[in-house]
């Protein structure tokens, strides 16, 4: 039997819900307990193979030796201790090199995460500018960019505002990914929905577009608590 947490409230449905927690399942006030787990025991394989994406999912982790992911390329970590000056990554060949007086590796890492996003900065409004040149044709207003962790969404925009907010994590994938999602967004000035017409129009100007979802949708989810 799998392991759940169970909340009753006033719904309709059961429901199932797994993340990197566990087991939650949301049922109806009166619902008896054979029918709740007889429902769970249907769920079962469903379940198990969540639990196993959620158990692959990484943290960074600031040691000698260990793994930096950025990119889409993996880094061996070498850290080496300085008596001054601030924090600084360089990526050589296959090893990011980091300089740092912080001895305590939680606040390491938070260092680490602040050039992630150093990092994020430069590269997304990189990107950002190239594919909306790319897309000049469309005359897509140059929208401001924003940068911030997202659980569910790889970006999200924002046309009234010109605004498109993209997911810090894409800094860990590959940059045609990353083009993607900011096509994607950019797109939706365009078009606000998910209709024909917006999927006829990225089909025009990424033609792969359904590969690199593809490719994104699969990876992602291990990333999710990678920089948290």
Known sequence: ???????????????????EHGVHVKAPLFMSMKRIEDFINQKEAWIVKKQALFGAMKRL????????????QIYTIQIHYLERGR??????????????????RDKLRLQVIAWYRKEARRVFTERLQICHQKLAALN????????????????????????????????????????????????HFIYADHSKNYYDLFSQWMPNWKMYRKELQDSHYQYKSYLE
């Open 61 to 72: 982790v600031i040691s000698d030796g260990a793994p930096l992911e950025y990119m889409g």
């Open 140 to 187: 897509i207003p140059n929208p401001e960019l924003h940068i911030r962790l997202m659980k569910t969404r790889f970006g999200v925009c924002n046309p009234g505002r010109a605004k498109v907010t993209l997911n810090l994590a894409l800094i860990l994938h590959r940059q045609i990914l990353l083009d993607y999602v900011i096509v994607h967004e950019l797109l």
């Open 1 to 19: 039997m799998v392991d759940y947490q169970l909340e009753r409230k006033a719904v309709r449905q059961l429901t199932i819900r797994v993340d």
């Open 87 to 104: 924090t600084k990554v360089v990526l050589d060949g296959d090893v990011a090199h980091i300089w740092s007086v912080e001895r305590e």
